[in-house]
């Protein structure tokens, strides 16, 4: 009997205490929320430097409202091997035309596909936390 009383005391003064917190429904409600600075993505930039061996080459554009699904691939058509020769821009590596056991396949590999999971769009903003990551010598800046 004492301990029940003695829990129920504290879970009384606990929850006494906890009025002052606020539980929220999300990221935003929480002390700890900075928002991002909202900002437009360059039109075009020169290519990023890499920080480490085999890191996905940013993109240097805007991707916003590019079209990646299943069925369609807005980046390849610029960027396929076919129509890198007359844009000009960067074609896909040929790692992204294996199978996972390294084998030539026909066409881009469905793990390679999907672009902008691994390729990112650039843009000059503040932070939000600071990076104090180093390349290793020799490699990126």
């Known amino acids: 009997m004492k301990k ?16 002052d917190v606020k539980v929220g429904h999300g990221i935003q ?16 930039s020169g290519l990023a430097p890499l ?4 890191q996905p080459p940013m993109v240097p554009h805007a991707t916003k409202n590019y079209q990646v699904t299943k069925n369609i691939n807005q980046c390849l058509t610029c960027h396929s091997p076919e129509a890198s020769r007359v844009t ?10 294996m199978d996972r056991d390294g084998n030539i396949i026909g066409g881009t590999s469905p793990r390679r596909y999907f672009c902008l999971q691994c390729h990112v ?3 000059d903003v503040e932070p939000i936390v600071q990076n104090e990551f180093k390349p290793m010598a020799g490699f990126g800046k």
């Open 88 to 97: 000009g821009a960067t074609r896909i590596s040929p790692t992204h035309f």
């Open 29 to 44: 409600d929480s002390p700890e929320y900075i928002a991002p600075a909202f900002h437009s993505a360059p039109k075009e």
């Open 121 to 123: 769009s650039q843009s």
């Open 4 to 19: 029940s009383i003695l829990i129920l005391t504290a879970l009384f003064a606990f929850a006494a205490q906890a009025e």
């Open 51 to 54: 920080n480490y061996v085999n």
